[in-house]
C-alpha cells in the first residue's frame, strides 16, 4: 500500500467514525420525550431525573425571562450553560444548553 492510500483510508475511517457518532446523536436525541411549555413556544426535553433541558438557543430575552421564571418556579436552579446529556457516561455532544436542574420533582406535565 502506498504512502497516499494509507493516508486516504485513514481519512476515510475518520470521515466515517464522525457520520456514523453524529446519525447516532442525532437519532438518540430523538427518543427523549419533548412537551411545550405554557406559550407553546419552547420545546422542553423532560427527563426521568431531577432536571429540564430546555434546549440550546432561545429567540430572545422574554424567552429566556421566560425559562428562567419557569424553572424557579419548578424549585430548580436555572443553568445558562448546562449539559444537554441525560447520562454522563454515554457519549454525548458538548456543547451549552438551558437547563433546569435539582428540581424537587419529577417532570411529569
Given at each position: 500500500?502506498?504512502?497516499?492510500?494509507?493516508?486516504?483510508?485513514?481519512?476515510?475511517?475518520?470521515?466515517?467514525?464522525?457520520?456514523?457518532?453524529?446519525?447516532?446523536?442525532?437519532?438518540?436525541?430523538?427518543?427523549?420525550?419533548?412537551k411545550?411549555?405554557?406559550?407553546?413556544?419552547?420545546?422542553?426535553?423532560?427527563e426521568?431525573?431531577?432536571?429540564?433541558?430546555?434546549?440550546?438557543?432561545?429567540?430572545?430575552?422574554?424567552?429566556?425571562?421566560?425559562?428562567?421564571?419557569?424553572?424557579?418556579?419548578?424549585?430548580?436552579?436555572?443553568?445558562?450553560?448546562?449539559?444537554?446529556?441525560?447520562?454522563?457516561?454515554?457519549?454525548?455532544?458538548?456543547?451549552?444548553?438551558?437547563?433546569?436542574?435539582?428540581?424537587?420533582?419529577?417532570?411529569?406535565?
Amino acid at each position: 500500500m502506498t504512502k497516499h492510500q494509507k493516508e486516504f483510508t485513514i481519512i476515510f475511517i475518520l470521515l466515517f467514525s464522525l457520520i456514523a457518532g453524529s446519525i447516532y446523536f442525532y437519532f438518540s436525541s430523538q427518543i427523549v420525550s419533548t412537551k411545550e411549555t405554557e406559550n407553546n413556544s419552547t420545546p422542553i426535553v423532560c427527563e426521568e431525573t431531577n432536571r429540564e433541558v430546555y434546549g440550546t438557543s432561545v429567540t430572545g430575552d422574554n424567552e429566556l425571562k421566560t425559562l428562567k421564571d419557569k424553572c424557579r418556579l419548578d424549585g430548580g436552579v436555572f443553568n445558562e450553560c448546562g449539559s444537554p446529556c441525560k447520562n454522563p457516561t454515554e457519549a454525548c455532544a458538548s456543547v451549552c444548553a438551558f437547563t433546569c436542574e435539582d428540581i424537587p420533582k419529577e417532570c411529569s406535565e
